[in-house]
Each structure stands twice: as structure tokens, then as C-alpha cells.
């Protein structure tokens, strides 16, 4: 982030700044744009009696702000300082540069930073106002202005030696700074809200003592790869070459998000799923490390040396400064701290947040904010790990009055100290013995290298052949005596096409141990293909190519999977001949002739309803969509193992074993719906890259192996699921199905982010797990359920589709206000639906409910269905403005069929009508032309004028029900298959009445 300073003089940045205002400020500053007007507009033609006075103005000068000047530019954002023209005040506006040309992933990454920034309401965290388009594009939000400093300039002005921030900002104040820091990220991680970008530069401290925490840009959404990183920065200043402060789009490329300096191993290495609050506690730390030390914690003079210290975490800890030269003008260590020297407690609190490993820092923001105030009251901090010396020490500096007492007994344990320490002497028979022990750890040592050669081979499954490499390296530094070792590092050299380095390992494999049952083979093979992959994939010659197959079948031979799949993509999907080969394997196994597909560069598979036949064939193949739904027969899927797998459906198969899906390291959709002889998911474990899971149907029980996963679809219909506690992380949860299982408790759901939520059939009671802005409800369906109380779906604006069938519920008021399109209330004791006024409700099942008015959805959109069966209703005016297409008014007091006149209805029940002697049906000849199912009280005379309707196609005096064959516990379904067809119902009518003229 370039900053700006009215007393710098005119640099080329300076200039740009300039040429930027004037490119933005005619867009941003006329109505338009809005769709809206001023308030000062609004009160200067309110009295006008020409209408276009009140209409947005496109006038430069008269918009909702004017443009005052550029505070800060990045790479693809601006920072405005702006007035707000409608509340008067001054206001932060920051713009999207060039957001019409912007990629969708870049604009979706700026309004999420606006979104999160808007949510989180808390005294330290800067305020977002108002966001917007203009008339040309340019998306914006603006925020609370800041006049201060960042925590960056303070440490510096501190390190260049200025006496007045010195004086103003001692430790003990940077500390209180830091505390409210911490305060304000604790708060956005109870909303599970991670920063991600946290550092000096993002911490404002105003001119009252206010500290507000900027730039969310990385908190929720990855952005798009960022610019090429090629500036370097001088030895102990904080990196900024590809990574400007402040500037939310200009970020690492790929999954690697943040700025190097303060960035926690796990985002430098790419490890999305180890990201947590931890993440943000390195960042702290790294906080706290430039407070001490005045450097930020890793320097460095170009990226690459920066992410390596960080990855290899060579932090120098600040207590170690005490002791550098100093390079500060007044000749301290740390002038702001006491006695110019850094203490030693804090030191350990920053490298004890900055640790490697994510477990061993402070599991959260509170636990550190306790050991900085431990710090201020002159406590022990748990980082230290304070011996009895340092407490004695402390307890006399928060008891002085109490010193002479004190130091009386410090005095007798030093002096008892002394005089054991005196007596202790290493003796050589000592020596001796600590020589034997570190031989023995060497020995141990030793012992562990065939481990690092099983994780060698499960990188290679994996297909990571670098970290493959760095495992069976390290097993070969620890034991260089064993042959397997040297046979896997040339498998890894092989599947690289690095042939004479596979074969140089195979040979040494085979010196080690003449009768290794894979080095001779694996190295005859490279032999053959040497000349081959020499002549080199640029020229792309048939000799290359020859030699990519024929080292693929003999993978494949070898039941390696993963490596032969290496080599496929090598050939690429464009290959015929590897697509012929592949299709020729599943024809003999009885597949159909060309079941392989190839599209946009992927291999895929529908073989679903496949039967009589093997999948056997399919090995090695490198499908990413494979379909065996209702592959009846099929219960092995062993063949798939090491498949670059995508999504796999293996719906109403025989599987009851995953353990080949553990091989499949891309897998991120996996179906086993109706695979009743699966009982067992722990294959699944720790199989985080899942994030769709469908089980309905299955034989599963539970769920526990799900643990850890993050899921955002599940659905555990019709199966003995109960216990849902182990989904109780899963934040990213969208999409939960729970339909005819024993499901009880929903608690474990409250931290997740449903917009989908199936229950019916279920003993569910509550909902209250509902609650809360992490859901944004769209869909709820608890048919058939034990619920007896919708409020806590009344803040879910976004629901547009309901199910309460058959449930216990009498008050449907939370709904009031809701956009809902269908909504199924049928067999509840509901006597008041006011609440459904005003929805745009097209499907609406009212049946059996003790309603006896319709007027609340007078105007409701009704295109689709209206059952009103076995109601009290007996005016249905407010049809008359549908376009319904199936009405049911069986069994109600519906008298007057008038309104139906101009509906486009395609099903209509009037079975068992009450108090309708003789009901008129003339209105319904004029439905003539949709109308395809009609059921009757009985056969009154003036059915007659219905024969001309020629389009009806079912019609009876009643319809019976069934229940749905296929599906357990559903309701019953109206059959009109049993309904007599329009011959035979007029032959019926004839019989009935045969004075009627045919």
C-alpha cells in the first residue's frame, strides 16, 4: 500500500495518485449511479411539479459523495477520502479499481472483505458505513475515517529514536494497543471469523487512543493469484514487494494468502485445511515480536529467503536483542521498554505464538491476552515457564513493603544453592554413560527410517513425488545399508521420467540385495525406454510417446496406479490410442463398447444400472467422474484404487468395504446412497478433501469417523443415524438431510451455515439449533416431526420453501413477512393463516387445517397448486387472480365455482363438495383447454356440458389414495391411474342417466 503525506514533495506515485482522483471522481460523484437522490435534491424539488426534477441527477457534483483526495493505492484498490454529502461528515471510500474488466473470483473477494468487515460490530474493529455501484461500474464502500497512525510507523518513529513517540508510547501503553488488538480478533473468531493478514500495518492507533483493526480482504474468500512477485527489500525491513499493506488484492498466488512476515507456517505452505484461530495467534505473536524488538519477527532481502525462514521457523527470539548491537540512536536495546532491555516473559510469550507446530501455541486469543496481563501485574507468565527465582523476584516487586522478609529468604535458598552446585562434578565414568545414550538415540533414530519409507509411499500414492523424495531421502541418510530404499526413491525418479536417476537407484538396489523382486525389472524397464523419453516431450515424437505407453502398461502391471496415472497425463486425454486402450480393457471385462468418455481434457464414466458384467478392467484407467449407480451386482471396487477420482456415485451397489477410497486423494463427491450392506465408515477418516457425502439408505449408524471433515452436503435419510455430534464442526455445512431417520438432536448444528434443512418423519422436537446469523435458511422441510415451535426460523428472511405436513405446530407467525413460494401445511391445527398475507406463494396445501378463509392470500401469485381438502372454506374469490393449474376443494363448502372460470387448471377435485345440492360446472367448461383431471361430486345433469372438454383425460366421482411403493413411511399420494378414463366415464354417466341425449 503506497501512502501518501501532504509533505512528501511530487513523486511519479504522487502523480498517479493525482491522475487516479481525476479518473474517478466524474462517476463518483453524480447520482446516477444509485438510482436514488440526495437529501439536498430531495428538499429543493420536492415542491416541483415536474416529475423528472426528482429523477438522479448524472451531473458531476451532485452524487451521495464528493471526492476529496487519495489516501492509499494498491495494485487494484483505492482508498478515497470522501464527504458524505446526505449525513455531512467525512468518510474512508475505498473503490475496486477497473472493476468492469475484474474477474468474478476479484470482485467476489472485495464485496466478501465489505460483507465480513459490515458483521463484525466491535469497538476495535473499524466500521463499515454504506457499499455501492456507480453509474460506471466501479463497485465501493465506504468506512469510518481515521486520523492517526498505523502501529508500523509507531515502531518506527520509536527505532529511529523520536524522544516524543517514545515518551508517549512506553511498552506498557503498545501492550494496552495490543490487548485491544487481541480483543477485537477474539471477537471475530467467536463469529468464526479468521483475519489472516494480520500485522502492524493493519493496526490503527487513533489520536484519543482508539485502536481499530483494518483489512479483511483475506478473512473469508481466497482471492485470485496476485502479482508477480521480483522487488527486493533491504535486510530487516518487512516485505512488500508482492504483498502492499493493506491492499487485500495484491496476495501470494494459489492457496498461499498473507504477508510473509508475520505469516504462520501452514499459510506459506499452502496447508488450507490446518488454517484456524491458531493462524491468527502466530500473527499476534508476530504483533508482539515488532512491539519488542522494533523489526518485524522474519526479515530478509527477497521473498524466497523470507518463506524459507518462515517454513523452516528461524525466528530469533526477542529476548536475543538484549544483547545485538544496537542500532538505534539512543543506544538501547529497546528504548521503550524498561530499562531499554526486552523482557524476557515477553519474548517467551511471542515465540510460544509464533511455534511451528499449530498445538503448541495458545489455543486462543484469550489464553495469550491472560499472559499479558499476567505480564502487567506483575505475574509469571505460563510462557516463561518461571522458576522458583523468577516468581521470588516478581512476588518482591508486587510486595515491597513485604522486600526485607523476602529477600532474607531468597538469600537462604541462593546460599543453599551454591553450596550444592559446588559439589557436582561430571566425572569421566559420566561422560562415558551420555555417550552410550546418544548412541542409542542414533540407534533409535535408525530404527524410524522404514516409517519415513511408508510415508514415501503413501506421497506417491498421493502423487506428491517431491515430498516423496524428501521422505525416502531422509530413510536413506538414517539406514543407507537397505535396497527397498533405494527401489522406492527410483520409483520416484521413474514416475518424473527422470530415467538414468531411477536407474542409478536400481542398480544400487540391486548391489545391496541381488534377489530384490522389483529393482531388476524396474530398471530393465527404464532400459527400454531410456532412448525414448530422451528424445524428449518437446518434439513430441512417436518414439516419446511409445515409450510413455508402453511405461504405463507396465505400471499399471504393477498395480501402481498412481504412477501410471502420472505418466497418462502425460500422454494427455488427446491421445486416441490411449483412449482405444483404455476402452478395449473395460469391453473385455463385458462394459459397454466406449463407456469412456472424454471430455474438456478429463476421462469419465455412467456406467449406472450396469449388470452381468465386471469392473475389473477399469484399473489404472484415470477416470474423474465415475456413475455405477445401480451397478446391482457390483461390491468390489478395488479396481479404482489410486483413480484421480472427482466425484464417484456408487448408489444401490453391493460396497459394504471403503478402503480403496482411501487412495482416492482427489475425491470430493461421494454417493452411497441405497448401498444396504454398508454398515462401516471409518475408511472415511481424516478424508478432508470430501465435501459432499450422501449415505441414505446405507446400513450406517455412525457417524464418528466424519470427525474433522468439513463437509458442506450430507444427507443420512433412512438410516439408523442418531448421534450427530460428530459434525459439530463442520462450519461450512450448507446442506443437511436427515429424512425418516431416528435423529432426535440437532444441537451440533448450530455452528454450521445451512441454507438447506430436511427432517420430516423424523422425533426431532426442537429447532432452536436453527437459530442464529451463521444460517441463512432457505429451504426447511420437518414433515411428519415432533416440532411444535417455528420462532426460531423468524429471522430467516431467506426461505422460500416450507414443509410442516402432519406436524403438532398451531402458530405459524414466524413465517409472517417471509418470500415463500411453497409452503405445505396439510393435517396441522391451524385455524389462522394471516401470516402467509402478502407471500408470493405458488404451491399451497391447506388440508385438513381448520382455516375457514382464504382472504389472507388475496393477490398470492398462485400458479402451480392450491388444496384446500376438508377444510371449512367455502368462498374462494380470492382465485379468481391465479393461474393455478391443480385446485382441490374435495370435501369443502365451496358453493360457487365462478372463479375458476379463467383458470389454465389441469387438475381439479370437487369430490365430496358439502351442502351443494345440485353444483353449477359451467365455469369449468371453460378451462376446455388444459384441463386433464376432474373428479366429481356425483353425476349431476349438467355434467353433460363437460363431454365437449376432449382434453380430460381422467374423470370420476372420487379418487382414492396409495402409498408410494417405493418410498417407506411417505404419505399417501392421490392414484389417478384408478380414476375411470373419459370413455369410461361417460358410458357410466349414460348408464346412469339415459334420458341424456349422447
Known amino acids: 500500500m503506497l501512502k501518501f503525506n501532504a509533505k512528501n514533495k511530487v513523486s511519479p506515485q504522487r502523480r498517479a495518485a493525482e491522475e487516479l482522483l481525476a479518473n474517478l471522481k466524474p462517476t463518483l460523484e453524480m447520482e446516477a449511479g444509485r438510482g436514488s437522490i440526495t437529501v439536498s435534491h430531495y428538499l429543493q424539488c420536492r415542491h416541483s411539479e415536474n416529475e423528472e426534477d426528482l429523477y438522479p441527477s448524472q451531473q458531476q457534483g451532485t452524487g451521495f459523495y464528493a471526492i476529496e483526495s487519495v ?155 496476485g502479482a508477480a512477485v521480483d522487488a527486493a527489500t533491504s535486510e530487516g525491513e518487512e516485505f512488500e514487494g508482492g504483498l502492499p499493506g493493506g491492499d487485500s488484492f495484491a496476495t501470494l498466488a494459489g492457496q498461499v494468502k498473507g504477508t510473509p512476515n508475520y505469516m504462520a507456517p501452514e499459510q506459506a505452505e499452502g496447508r488450507v485445511e490446518d488454517i484456524d484461530n491458531r493462524t491468527d495467534v502466530y500473527a499476534l505473536g508476530g504483533i508482539l515480536h515488532a512491539v519488542l524488538t522494533l523489526h518485524p519477527p522474519i526479515t530478509g532481502s527477497n521473498l524466497d529467503e523470507i518463506l524459507t525462514k518462515v517454513t523452516g521457523s528461524q525466528i530469533t527470539p526477542p529476548l536475543s536483542y538484549n544483547s545485538a548491537e544496537v542500532q538505534n540512536p539512543t543506544g538501547l536495546p529497546a528504548p521503550h521498554c524498561p530499562e531499554g532491555r526486552i523482557p524476557s516473559a515477553l519474548s517467551a510469550v511471542a515465540m510460544k505464538c509464533m511455534s511451528y507446530d499449530s498445538d503448541e501455541r495458545y489455543m486462543f ?73 546418544a548412541q542409542g538415540k542414533i540407534e533409535e533414530l535408525r530404527k524410524s527410517a522404514p516409517a519415513f519409507m511408508d510415508a514415501a509411499i503413501n506421497r506417491i500414492i498421493a502423487r506428491d513425488f517431491d515430498i516423496a523424495e524428501t521422505n525416502i531421502t531422509y530413510a536413506i541418510d538414517l539406514d543407507p545399508e537397505v535396497a527397498d530404499f533405494y527401489n522406492v526413491l527410483g520409483n520416484v525418479h521413474m514416475a518424473r521420467l527422470e530415467i538414468q536417476k531411477a536407474i542409478d537407484n536400481f542398480n544400487k538396489a540391486e548391489s545391496l540385495d541381488p534377489n530384490h523382486p522389483h529393482a531388476q525389472g524396474n530398471r ?131 460396497v459394504d468395504d471403503l478402503a480403496t477410497i482411501r487412495s482416492l486423494n482427489s475425491l470430493t463427491k461421494l454417493d452411497l446412497s441405497g448401498c444396504k450392506e454398508l454398515a462401516d465408515l471409518g475408511s472415511l477418516q481424516g478424508m478432508t478433501n470430501i465435501k459432499w457425502l ?27 443415524v442418531r448421534d450427530l455430534s460428530p459434525l459439530e464442526d463442520m462450519t461450512a455445512l450448507q446442506e443437511f438431510l436427515a429424512e425418516n431417520s431416528k435423529v432426535i438432536n440437532i444441537t451440533p448444528l448450530k455452528n454450521a451455515a445451512l441454507r438447506v434443512f430436511k427432517a420430516s418423519g423424523t422425533r426431532l422436537k426442537s429447532i432452536d439449533a436453527l437459530r442464529g446469523d451463521n444460517h441463512s435458511l432457505e429451504i426447511v422441510e420437518i414433515a411428519r416431526s415432533s416440532v411444535t415451535s417455528l420462532a426460531p426460523l423468524a429471522d430467516k428472511g431467506r426461505l422460500h420453501r416450507v414443509d410442516l405436513y402432519k406436524t403438532r405446530i398451531s402458530d405459524v407467525s414466524a413465517l409472517a413477512g417471509k418470500k415463500l413460494t411453497w409452503l405445505d401445511m396439510r393435517e396441522m391445527p391451524v385455524s389462522d393463516i394471516s401470516a402467509l398475507g402478502g407471500m408470493p406463494l405458488q404451491t399451497l396445501r391447506l388440508a385438513d387445517t381448520k382455516i375457514s378463509s382464504i382472504s389472507a392470500i388475496d393477490n398470492a401469485p398462485l400458479e402451480i397448486e392450491l388444496d384446500l381438502t376438508n377444510t371449512k372454506i367455502s368462498d374462494i374469490q380470492p382465485l379468481k387472480s391465479t393461474r393455478l393449474k391443480k385446485v382441490s376443494l374435495a370435501q369443502t363448502r365451496v358453493q360457487n365455482l365462478e372463479p375458476l372460470k379463467e383458470l389454465p387448471l389441469v387438475e381439479l377435485r370437487l369430490d365430496g363438495l358439502t351442502g351443494v345440492t345440485q353444483p353449477d360446472l359451467n365455469p369449468i367448461w371453460h378451462c376446455r383447454a388444459t384441463l386433464k383431471r376432474l373428479s366429481l361430486t356425483f353425476p349431476s345433469l349438467t355434467a353433460i356440458k363437460l363431454k365437449e372438454i376432449k382434453t380430460i383425460e381422467r374423470i ?22 384408478t380414476a375411470l378414463t373419459y370413455d369410461q366415464f361417460w358410458k357410466d354417466f349414460h348408464r346412469r342417466n339415459p334420458n341424456v341425449d349422447r
Open 71 to 225: 489516501v492509499a493505492t494498491g495494485g487494484m484498490g483505492a482508498i478515497l477520502r470522501a464527504f458524505d454529502n446526505n449525513l455531512q461528515r467525512t468518510v474512508a471510500l475505498k473503490v475496486m479499481l477497473n472493476s468492469a474488466e475484474a474477474s468474478e473470483s476479484t470482485i467476489y473477494s472485495f464485496v466478501a472483505e465489505a460483507q465480513i468487515t459490515g458483521q463484525l460490530e466491535h469497538p476495535n474493529i473499524i466500521p463499515l458505513h454504506d457499499m455501492g455501484v456507480a453509474v460506471d461500474g466501479t463497485i465501493y464502500y465506504t468506512m469510518k475515517l481515521i486520523s492517526g497512525r498505523t502501529l508500523r510507523e509507531i515502531l518506527k518513529e520509536i527505532r529511529d529514536g523520536n524522544d516524543d513517540t517514545i515518551q508517549r508510547y512506553p511498552l506498557d501503553r503498545l501492550l494496552t494497543v495490543f490487548q485491544k488488538v487481541c480483543d477485537g480478533i477474539a471477537y471475530a473468531h467467536a463469529r468464526n471469523v479468521v483475519h489472516r493478514d494480520l500485522k502492524p500495518d493493519n493496526v490503527m492507533v487513533g489520536e484519543f487512543g482508539e485502536v481499530l483493526i483494518l483489512d479483511w480482504g483475506l478473512a473469508k474468500v481466497l482471492t485470485t493469484e
Open 365 to 437: 486469543v484469550e489464553a495469550l491476552q491472560g499472559d499479558i496481563a499476567a505480564y502487567q501485574g506483575g505475574y509469571a507468565t505460563g510462557a516463561e515457564h518461571a522458576g522458583l527465582f523468577t516468581q521470588l523476584k516478581l512476588l518482591i516487586q508486587r510486595n515491597k513493603k513485604e522486600v526485607f522478609f523476602i529477600l532474607l529468604i531468597i538469600a537462604g535458598i541462593v546460599a543453599t544453592a551454591a553450596s550444592f552446585l559446588t559439589k557436582v562434578q561430571l566425572s569421566a565414568l559420566e561422560a562415558k554413560k551420555q555417550t552410550e545414550i
Open 524 to 654: 530393465e524397464i527404464c532400459n527400454q525406454i531410456k532412448s525414448g523419453i530422451e528424445s524428449g516431450s518437446e518434439s513430441n515424437s512417436e518414439a516419446y510417446r511409445d515409450a510413455l505407453r508402453l511405461l504405463n502398461t507396465y505400471l499399471i502391471d504393477q498395480k501402481r496406479n498412481a504412477e501410471a496415472f502420472n505418466i497418462s497425463e502425460k500422454l494427455g486425454t488427446s491421445d486416441d490410442q490411449l483412449l482405444d486402450d483404455y476402452n478395449k480393457r473395460l469391453w473385455r471385462g463385458r462394459l459397454p463398447e466406449n463407456a469412456i468418455i472424454r471430455t474438456n481434457s478429463e476421462f469419465w464414466a455412467d456406467l449406472s444400472g450396469l449388470t452381468n458384467a465386471s469392473i475389473v478392467g477399469m484399473k489404472g484407467v484415470p477416470l474423474t467422474r465415475l456413475n455405477l449407480a445401480g451397478a446391482s451386482e457390483v461390491s468390489d471396487i478395488t479396481p479404482l484404487d489410486q483413480m484421480p477420482l472427482r466425484e464417484l456415485n456408487l448408489s444401490g451397489t453391493l
Open 694 to 720: 450422501d449415505i441414505s439408505g446405507s446400513a450406517v449408524e455412525s457417524l464418528e469417523a466424519l470427525a474433522g471433515m468439513n463437509l458442506e452436503y450430507i444427507n443420512v435419510s433412512f438410516t439408523g
Open 956 to 977: 370420476t366421482y372420487n379418487v382414492s389414495y396409495k402409498q408410494d411403493p417405493d418410498v417407506k413411511y411417505r404419505q399417501s399420494i392421490v392414484d389417478w391411474d
